[in-house]
């Protein structure tokens, strides 16, 4: 049986894990608009890793080139 400490640390990674995606589709959609550069994402999403900021970089580079 799951007992309270359990359901508080999955719930608190949930809150974790929605606050980290909505970090992320903002800065994408910020980046694709030109409002800020890569390098910038730490700045106003420190929530980001690195490697978060590289996928988002390449994809928004690829979406580029599929426009193109």
Do not use: C, Q, T, W
Not at 26 to 32: G, H, I, S, W
Not at 41 to 47: D, L, Q, V
Request: hydrophobic fraction near 40%.
């Amino acid at each position: 049986m799951i007992d309270i400490f359990d359901e508080e640390h999955i719930m608190k990674s949930y809150i974790r894990s929605e606050r980290h995606d909505e970090a992320r589709e903002n800065a994408r959609m910020v980046l694709k608009n030109g409002r800020i550069k890569v390098e910038e994402i730490p700045i106003f999403f420190p929530k980001l890793s690195m490697r978060d900021v590289k996928e988002l970089e390449a994809e928004i580079s690829a979406e580029e080139k599929a426009d193109s």
